[in-house]
């Protein structure tokens, strides 16, 4: 996990100082890297309308949600995109707050660590960095 911290430490940098599509993609790639090895575990980007963008250990999803017409039940579909088909305006929104992110990543690896120790040491580790 060294590596991947690394590589956060580094793209947070970059993105802070330069908020650009391309710098903003390598940031969630980089946050991607880090998640616990979960299936119930995401990011929300942003949300538009009904969808919400996520970040996960697989890359990014949409979100689908809706309420049944005669039943109060909500349903939810997940999609699979890449990278570059987040919508600018979500990709902005990152790009102008990654702490946001940041600090969402050290609640999920703080909380993770209660079960699996060794996510503890990282979770500190974001947390500085989200300050930072």
Do not use: C, W
Not at 8 to 17: G, N, Q, V, W
Not at 37 to 62: F, I, M, N, Q, W
């Amino acid at each position: 996990m060294g590596e991947e911290l690394l590589r956060l430490k580094e793209t947070t940098s970059i993105l802070r100082s330069q908020g650009s599509k391309e710098n903003t993609i390598a940031f969630l790639m980089a946050i991607s890297q880090l998640l616990p090895p979960s299936d119930d575990l995401a990011l929300s980007l942003g949300k538009k309308g009904t969808h919400e963008y996520v970040v996960d250990r697989r890359g990014v999803a949409v979100i689908t949600t809706s309420q049944d017409e005669y039943l109060p039940f909500f349903s939810a579909m997940e999609k699979r995109i890449n990278y570059e088909s987040i919508p600018p305006d979500i990709l902005i929104k990152v790009a102008r707050e990654p702490k946001e992110l940041l600090v969402q990543l050290a609640k999920i690896l703080k909380d993770f660590s209660k079960t699996h120790p060794k996510y503890s040491n990282l979770a500190s580790e974001v947390e500085v960095l989200a300050k930072g």
